[in-house]
């Protein structure tokens, strides 16, 4: 099925039919969660749709302890199988000895999210992200299924704002990032993220808003 047309069919479906659907039109699904701050509505979507799915944690090894306290939370709470995935061992502890964040942010976040990623990805069919086009300008131009660099993406919470993401939590009762009650919306390596609304704590005073693995 083309592209087109399956974000056609995909289109006036909810988030709950979306990720059914799925299971119906591919077999090979790899899902990737941040256990960010919206994590959690994706989480609990796949969990009532496919509870054995396996979740693939990109431990890039500069997480704050609390995201990890939150993934610890969140695979106990939904009984989630998380698969670690970290990048090769020679080119982290390079990251980490040359501070690559401060001077090229982009290949730091290509070593530790994008190369391990890449190795991953052939496996599988359609890869899963909870991208919300609310979160930043780039994203607005998303739809629910785009093909990059070889793999098709699924994005079933794309037009789901931050209002009804935390409206789904309520809800279901899922706990929130413990991070968000200290002011920061949006939370991924501790060196690169501060506190902000919305995406702007990320790579804050820096032109780069993505990591590299959506673009």
């Given amino acids: ?32 969660s941040s ?18 799915l396996p979740v693939y944690f990109l431990d890039t090894t500069y997480h704050f302890a609390e995201t990890l306290e939150y993934k610890a939370q969140l695979a106990q709470l939904l009984n989630l ?39 991953l990805s052939p496996e599988f069919e359609v890869w899963v992200s909870g991208l919300m086009r609310s979160q930043n300008k780039f994203r607005q131009r998303q739809n629910i299924f785009e093909e990059k660099n070889g793999i098709l993406k699924f994005y ?22 413990p991070l968000q009650a200290h002011g920061y919306n949006s939370v991924g390596c501790f060196h690169c993220t501060t506190k902000g609304k919305g995406r702007e704590g990320r790579w804050a005073n820096r032109s780069k808003t993505e990591c590299g693995l959506h673009l």
């Avoid at 256990?35 to 054995?52: N, Q």
Wanted: glycine content about 0%; some cysteine; aromatic content about 10%.
């Fill in 156 to 177: 079933p919470i794309i037009d789901m704002d931050e209002a009804a993401a935390k409206n789904y939590m309520e809800k279901h009762q899922l706990p929130s990032h």
């Fill in 35 to 52: 256990f960010g701050t919206s994590s959690a509505v994706l989480l609990h979507l796949f969990h009532e749709a496919k509870p054995d």
């Fill in 81 to 119: 199988q998380v698969i670690d995935v970290k990048p090769e061992e020679w080119k982290n502890t390079f990251t980490r000895e040359d501070h690559t964040w401060h001077k090229d942010p982009d290949l730091c976040c290509s070593i530790n999210k994008v190369e391990p990623l890449d190795r």
């Fill in 1 to 32: 099925m083309s592209i087109e047309r399956l974000n056609e069919k995909y289109f006036p479906l909810s988030p709950e039919q979306r990720v059914s659907e799925l299971f119906r039109d591919f077999s090979r699904v790899l899902f990737t």
